[in-house]
C-alpha cells in the first residue's frame, strides 16, 4: 500500500503560480508513475501531468508550457510547479500513483485562481 498526502493548495490570482507537492510513503518501491490529476465543479476527473519511475513526463495540451511536475525520489515526494494560473485551472488537484500494488490517491487540495 501506498499513502499519499498532498499539500500546497490556496487561493492566487491569475497569473500567478503555485507549487503542490505530494508526499509518498509505504511500499514506494512497487511505484511506476506518479500522477496529478484535478477534477473541476462539474466536470470529470482529468490527467494533469505524469512522471514515470524512469523520468519520462507528460502533460494535458492545456497545462503544457505552464506546468512543471517533477519528482525527489530522496524525499519520496513528487512536485507540480504551476506558473501562469488562470481561472480555468481552479479545481480540487490529486496525486496519484502507479504500481504493482495497484492505485493510490491522495485527499485532494484547492487550488482556487480568482481576482
Known amino acids: 500500500q501506498v499513502q499519499l498526502v498532498e499539500s500546497g493548495g490556496g487561493l492566487v490570482q491569475p497569473g500567478g503560480s503555485l507549487r503542490l507537492s505530494c508526499a509518498a510513503s509505504?511500499?514506494?518501491?512497487?511505484?511506476?508513475?506518479m500522477d496529478w490529476y484535478r477534477q473541476a465543479p462539474g466536470k470529470q476527473r482529468e490527467l494533469v501531468a505524469r512522471?514515470?519511475?524512469?523520468?519520462?513526463?507528460n502533460y494535458a495540451d492545456s497545462v503544457k508550457g505552464r506546468f512543471t511536475i517533477s519528482r525527489s525520489d530522496a524525499k519520496n515526494t513528487v512536485y507540480l510547479q504551476m506558473n501562469r494560473l488562470e481561472p480555468e485551472d481552479t479545481a480540487v488537484y490529486y496525486c496519484?500513483?502507479?504500481?504493482?500494488?495497484?492505485?493510490?490517491w491522495g485527499q485532494g487540495t484547492q487550488v482556487t485562481v480568482s481576482s
Open positions: 496519484h500513483t502507479l504500481g504493482t500494488l495497484g492505485k493510490s
Open positions: 512522471v514515470t519511475s524512469g523520468g519520462i513526463t
Open positions: 509505504g511500499s514506494i518501491s512497487s511505484i511506476f508513475a
